[in-house]
């Protein structure tokens, strides 16, 4: 027995033996299996698993995965997890291979930022050889995606001459197409409380593109029963300077205003353009706040011109999409209600301290004659700019300049300081101004320093932003650009003045003359301004942005500022502001409101809103909703009480759409009756004819998509292509990739996009064709009927009687066949023998042209073996 049982024991380890060895084999043959099937991209298909008669389809094309085909192709390239850009690659077989590898040229690895000294063997003068990459740099690999059609290069830091990363090779930038393009704004403003009778104001913005010049013209005509203006703002000839990283500018421009104020020349201006370099900042804009009480126009003007006008809705309003002459003028904002009464206030505006890494330099030159949008009696005195900034450490970044004209000269000396605590800005500014003679007013040269200091600070880990935050103090003899030659002209003489210069510079009048003396406009003694913007995490956030200045010539001081709360809860949104502002005289003007919004559901909210001032208090409750497949209607609907009680009602409504956007309103209250209507939009002509579209910016692009009328552009919403194949996409970033996308959804299903996405890099100004390929041919739906006994495999491949591709089989023998024309033969293979072909005669129902169907034509038709006679199905 206890030999049995040794026995067992034995024949049982030895069972477990065989069993994990067997189990080791089959793990390492698999493995070995695995491995080699993943070195010789071998795979083997068994048939017998397909159900029906696709067991007899022939797999053996599979068997070697996604063969790539000799040729080019467009792909996209990955260097290191980053897109570069798109490319033409050459690919092609190598000995021994059954799939095509791509061609990566010397020219285009030099591009990608590969450093090419360091990869042996490589000649730098053939600039079209190709460079085994791989082979090159052991760690490096290439992969293809034939259906992403990307391709991924990974290469190590070390053998790269840079970080791609932001980085777009010069080479690539695309100075665009021959183009004229016309911007428009149309508003009309009309209440029976104004006078004048209708409001009108017209803002065109017009171009046209030659080789690498971008001529531009911003001009705008305001009109009423009364009077009419017509103001040229800006008239000039731009483009970029490779070279130099700058824009050269002739004609009329206004300056940047980065360390001087801005101001409008007619001349030459050459100025670095930071959008060239890799790690470009973004450009600084105020947000311009305000309460309106009716349906109400706002203006907004920045030294003398108006920079843009719009109606608003009756309640808080938010101008987020400026487009500034420059930096450092402050805007000035009018509101004006629908029951006349007008509002007005400053909107503090400059650049946040701009730091330089080291050794990286900005520049600007401008010579001309001084232009001055509030006057239309220029002298012309010429006037000349020059500055310089340069990083100096990586701290300190310093920067210089001069302001001179005819009588007036201004250095500027200051620095930028980088700190933990924020970014500092300190400079001072001289200024000395020849004042002319006037009646008892001496003449002579009057000299004065302006100290500026400024700060930023962005904290992501409280959520604080600082964005400007400046304090200004100008002794009495310092004048601006503005006031000096509001103080040298000629014509400013005024009989009826009785301010002696003296005594007014100081704030002080001592006695009067009967000749002549200059009225001086209001000297800034000192200012201050702040944005601060503060995250609190889930509680909400709040905003403020004020301003104070006092003046040399006259008493008091002018402040301003909003204070606010915005936050939300589960069930409603609700904010909280304060607004204070001083007028010329110094009386206050003090605000205090808050406002409640309720979703509804769907796209739909109801709010409900109060305002308390020194006045009495106002309420008003509003409806307001957007409607649209792509939200492109927006509506709303108010009655609001104002502070004396008098009641109102306001009604607005805006279409934004692919040819441009209307808006209207209308309104009425005690004593006033108030419409408004206003069309915004763009012309654009181009190398395919002319195009409607919104409105663009200076650097757009047009899409050319032909036949795929309907196609819509995810990025802007109501944009879809027109019946020419064209569409507009009215904004793009200069000097930097950007990806275009169509949605191929509402074009006609006989139109297919042979790619949905496309990739731009404009140059400033430029206006750039983003081109899709389409195929054109009528598309069906084919339900085969087959004999019985016999099936089509799924799969098989079904091409025309000139042997092109129109579909596959698929499963129970319904075929999706696109490109056919109106009548023709099919073909069916899914092997070699005469039993394994067959055909298809058909003749669709002719249709007009220019149809655009929005379904598959459907049909059933008899497969028939070749070389037996066909029946031709016709769907008439």
């Known amino acids: 027995m206890q030999t049995n049982s040794l026995s067992f024991n034995a024949r049982r380890n030895a069972g477990k033996s065989i069993g994990l060895v067997s189990a080791s084999v089959l793990v390492v043959l698999c493995l070995v299996t695995a491995q080699g099937a993943y070195a010789e991209d071998e795979y083997e298909f068994d048939s017998s698993f397909l159900q029906g008669g696709a067991g007899a389809a022939d797999l053996s094309k599979f068997s070697h995965g996604n063969l790539v085909l000799p040729g080019t192709y467009l792909v996209d390239i990955v260097l290191n997890e980053i897109p570069v850009g798109r490319e033409e690659v050459v690919f092609s077989v190598k000995p021994g291979k059954r799939s095509a590898e791509p061609c990566l040229s010397v020219a285009l690895l030099d591009r990608l930022g590969v450093d090419l000294l360091k990869l042996p063997g490589v ?54 197409v021959t183009a004229g393009m016309l911007n428009y704004n149309y508003s009309s403003f009309y209440s029976s409380a104004q006078q004048g009778g209708t409001q009108n104001f017209l803002g065109l913005n017009s171009g046209v593109n030659l080789g690498a010049w971008r001529f531009r013209s911003d001009s705008s005509l305001d009109w009423n029963d009364v009077n009419r203006n017509w103001h040229s703002r800006a008239l000039y000839a731009q483009r970029d300077v490779q070279a130099l990283s700058s824009q050269l500018t002739l004609g009329d421009s206004s300056t940047s205003g980065n360390l001087f ?42 030294g003398g011109y108006t920079v843009y006008e719009t109606t608003v809705a009756p309640g808080p309003f938010e101008i987020n999409d400026l487009y500034p002459s420059g930096y450092g003028g402050d805007l000035e904002v009018t509101v004006t209600e629908a029951d006349g009464r007008i509002r007005t206030f400053s909107v503090p505006y400059s650049s946040v301290v701009r730091m330089l890494r080291l050794g990286a330099q900005r520049y600007g030159a401008a010579l001309g004659q001084y232009r001055n949008g509030s006057d239309d009696n220029n002298d012309h005195r010429m006037v000349g700019q020059l500055t310089y900034e340069r990083g100096l450490t990586n701290l300190f970044t310093g920067y210089t300049g001069v302001l001179a004209a005819e009588g007036y000269f201004s250095p500027l000396l200051g620095t930028a300081m980088n700190t933990p605590i924020g970014a500092f800005g300190l400079d001072v500014t001289h200024a000395s101004t020849k004042v002319p003679t006037g009646g008892d007013t001496p003449g002579g040269t009057s000299t004065g320093q302006s100290v500026r200091l400024s700060y930023s600070k962005s904290m992501p880990e409280t959520g604080s932003s600082v964005s400007v935050a400046a304090y200004r103090y100008s002794t009495s003899g310092f004048y601006n650009l503005q006031d000096a030659m509001a103080v040298m002209k000629t014509d400013r003489q005024d009989d009826n003045a009785r301010i002696d210069f003296d005594d007014a510079s100081s704030g002080r009048v001592r006695r009067p003359f009967n000749q002549r003396s200059w009225v001086l406009p209001q000297r800034q003694r000192s200012s201050m301004q702040v944005t601060l913007n503060q995250s609190l995490g889930s509680v909400g956030s709040m905003y403020l942005t004020g301003s104070t200045q006092n003046y040399w010539n006259r008493s008091g001081s002018s402040t301003q500022y909003q204070l606010g709360f915005t936050s939300s809860t589960r069930y409603f949104n609700y904010s909280v502001a304060a607004m204070r502002s001083s007028d010329a005289t110094g009386v206050n003007s003090n605000q205090l409101y808050a406002t409640v919004s309720i979703p509804l559901g769907g796209r739909v909210s109801a709010s409900s809103s109060v305002s308390f001032a020194k006045g009495g208090n106002s309420t008003r409750t509003a409806l307001n909703g957007t409607s649209g497949q792509n939200n492109e209607y927006n509506w709303g609907a108010s009655v609001a009480k104002a502070e004396n009680n008098d009641q109102s009602i306001n009604s607005y409504g805006s279409y934004q759409g692919t040819y441009g956007t209307l808006n209207g309103s209308l309104g009425s209250g005690a004593g006033y009756r108030q419409a408004s209507w206003g069309a915004t939009g763009s012309v654009v002509a181009h190398p395919g004819g002319v195009t409607f579209g919104q409105q663009v910016s200076d650097t757009f692009g047009i899409i050319e998509a032909p036949d795929a009328a309907g196609a819509s552009i995810p990025s802007q919403p109501g944009v879809k292509v027109d019946d020419k194949g064209y569409a507009i996409v009215p904004y793009l970033t200069p000097y930097r990739r950007n990806t275009v996308d169509i949605d191929p959804r509402n074009m006609s299903t006989d139109v297919e996009l042979k790619s949905t996405s496309e990739e731009v890099v404009p140059r400033a100004g430029a206006v750039v064709m983003a081109k899709f390929e389409t195929v054109t041919g009528r598309a069906a739906i084919i339900d085969l009927e087959l004999p019985d006994g016999v099936s089509i495999p799924f799969g098989s491949e079904v091409t025309s009687g000139a042997g092109s591709a129109m579909g596959v089989v698929g499963q129970g023998g319904r075929v999706l066949a696109r490109g056919l024309d109106d009548k023709g033969t099919l073909m069916i293979k899914w092997g070699e023998s005469a039993a394994q072909q067959c055909q298809i005669a058909y003749a669709l129902e002719p249709q007009a042209k220019g149809t655009r169907r929005t379904q598959f034509e459907r049909f059933s038709a008899p497969c028939t073996p070749t070389g037996e006679a066909t029946r031709i199905v016709s769907t008439h």
């Open 123 to 176: 000649d730098l003068k053939s600039r079209q050889a190709c460079v085994d990459l791989q082979a090159s740099i052991p760690s490096a690999s290439v992969h293809f995606d034939s259906g992403e059609q990307r391709l991924d290069l990974s290469v190590p830091q070390l053998n790269l001459r840079r970080s791609v990363q932001g980085y777009v090779d010069p080479s690539q930038w695309d100075q665009g």
């Open 261 to 302: 104020d801005t101001f409008a020349l007619r001349g030459v201006q050459l100025a670095s353009d930071e959008r060239m370099l890799p790690d470009s900042l973004s450009g600084y804009a105020p947000v311009v706040r305000g309460l309106a009480n009716t349906n109400a126009k706002v203006t907004i003007r920045q």
